[in-house]
């Protein structure tokens, strides 16, 4: 639930930051968008609708995600397209917490997502996962190819496990039928490494999910050394940085671990961060089909470098000295190395020794008077070198040396200076046809909250937006006992929520406004604050916690389901007190 707050920015600002995400030769120039399959389950920062709530039940225009591909294609049709899923909707485990009680229905339900998105978004997608971070079911993955190869999917592959290189790897190795069906084998947070079984395999191995650092210099200096050194180290041909884009309230967890910041869609502020601009380094001058040269590896006094072509005689170097302390990831533990001044001598041979000219890119992080991010420097000219030219290497540098002319450093006017979200804020929810199933600002923790047309109410309850689970999702995280929407600013301290409310299930059901609720994501489960509940079988409580543990105050009061009520919560932080002696 990443990118929730991207879709409710105003024009020019939300093309801008999808132009310095995805926009060919302008900025992190991606070449994968890998998303979530919605599964109305807490993914780490909320939680993202299904297209299938329930058994009969399919709607391909809920949540970002299809908006999000069809943006990204806009600018590079030849972007390739990844679904995986985290949680599945309830009634897939048939009252269990796992998705491999009926294989043939989960794959199934994936293959409808597939196929909706071409049917209804004209979206080709090319990799499908299993379940992220989780168990895998060997069974499962074969059902699930054969399933789309049933439904003409032949030409989607199959990615697994998104979780470690084992025991993918040696399962594969000992199950022909399996090997033959994954096409790719993904782990997450390699720390540049890979296994032995996965070399073995000879398949293609992807970092599939990666970086997860704060998108500070440190965090560019992280995604400079992996970038280069998962394919040295671990011969991964693919690195996946999460997340796209910091576009969720910061105080959730891993809060601005995204490749930009787009938080403020209240204001319009976005910050374009210097992984955006490592990213290019490599994205925009390499493209899928490229081949990576055997001359890679290590430099000297550290740090590391890469040589790629496409075969018709292009070549593209890129070469990094990130240090330890300036480049260390989330995760896994860095082991300690050193970098320091250093030249470094190519030599181009064979067909590459013709090459007349090398186009130059150039970072620098670190202190701000020194910094420099993606500026392009004077060519090297090589008619009399005979293909040898040499770097001076600093720490924390990247060079790209390339022979393509296409490269571009991107922008536009500076956007809104940033602004606190909104101290005054009002939601009707009076929306004929809403463009998202989700209202503005709001970002689901628990449970799924969708824009919802009471025709039966002709008056001011019409227009709602109703909480449409009524079942645990097969959970990927620690999601809550109670339905949970955030919105707002968690500064806030002296607040009024007021909001209209309605209890649809009788004698059980219950709602609940809150404020200074201090935490979300997967800590959700133990958020504490200010809590007001009314209940259907006529009773109210206060509690300090989501789980309702810590009872400030409870009592009876004339309230029943079916019926609306208007809930008002004043919280006041008490002054404090002068002591006179």
Known sequence: ATSRLLVNYPEPYRSQILDYLFKPNFGASLHILKVEIGGDGQTTDGTEPSHMHYALDENYFRGYEWWLMKEAKKRN??????????????????????????????????????????????????????????????????????????????????????????????????????????????AHYPGTHTVKDAKLTNKKLWSSEDFSTLNSDVG????????????????????????????????????????????????????????????????????????????????EKGGSYVALTDGLGNLTIIVETMSHKYSTCIRPFLPYYNVSHQFATFVLKGS????????????????????????????????????????????DELFTLT??????????????????????????????????????????????????????????????????????????????????????????????????????????GGVFIAGRVNKGGILIRSARGVFFWIFANGTYRVTGDLAGWIIYALGHVDVTAKKWYTLTLIIKVAGRRKRIP
């Open 352 to 395: 590459f020794s013709e090459i007349p000219e090398l186009h130059v890119w150039y970072t620098r992080l670190g202190k701000p008077s020194t910094r420099f991010l993606f500026k392009q420097l004077d060519s090297l000219w090589l008619l009399d070198s005979r293909g040898t030219f040499t770097l001076e290497l600093r720490e």
């Open 77 to 186: 049709p030849n972007i390739t397209l990844m679904g995986l899923p985290w949680s599945f909707p309830g009634w897939l485990g048939k009252h269990f917490n796992w998705p491999y009680v009926n294989l043939q229905l989960t794959a199934y339900y994936v293959m409808t997502w597939i196929v909706g998105a071409k049917h209804y978004h004209d979206l080709d997608i090319d990799y499908i996962g299993i379940w992220n971070e989780r168990s895998f079911d060997i069974n499962y993955i074969k059902v699930l190819r054969r399933m789309l190869n049933y439904q003409g999917l032949d030409r989607v592959k199959i990615i697994a496990s998104d979780n470690l290189w084992e025991p993918i790897s040696a399962s594969m190795l000992l199950d022909s039928e399996l090997m033959a069906v994954i096409d790719v084998i993904g």
């Open 403 to 508: 022979t393509l002319t296409t490269g571009g450093k991107g922008s536009y006017p500076l956007p809104p200076k940033s602004q606190p979200f909104p101290r005054i804020y009002k939601d009707d929810f009076d929306v004929d046809y809403p463009f998202f199933s989700e209202a503005p600002n709001f970002a689901d923790q628990t449970g799924v909250f969708e824009y919802f047309t009471n025709i039966e109410d002709p008056g001011e309850h019409r227009f709602t937006l109703r909480q449409v689970l009524n079942q645990r999702p097969i959970t990927w995280a620690a999601d809550a006992s109670n339905t949970i929407s955030i919105i707002g600013d968690y500064k806030w301290s002296n607040l009024t929520v007021t909001c209209d409310v309605y209890i649809e299930t009788p004698e059980k």
């Open 220 to 299: 560019a200096g992280c995604l400079g050394r992996i970038l280069n050194q998962n394919y040295i180290n671990g011969y991964m041909t693919a690195t996946i940085a999460w997340n796209l884009v910091a576009s969720y309230y910061e105080q959730l967890p891993y809060g601005r671990c995204g490749l930009m910041t787009a938080q403020e869609p209240w204001s319009g502020h976005y910050v374009v961060e210097s992984p955006i601009w490592v990213s290019a380094h490599t994205t925009q001058f390499t493209q899928p089909g490229w081949y990576y040269l055997k001359t890679v590896g290590h430099l």
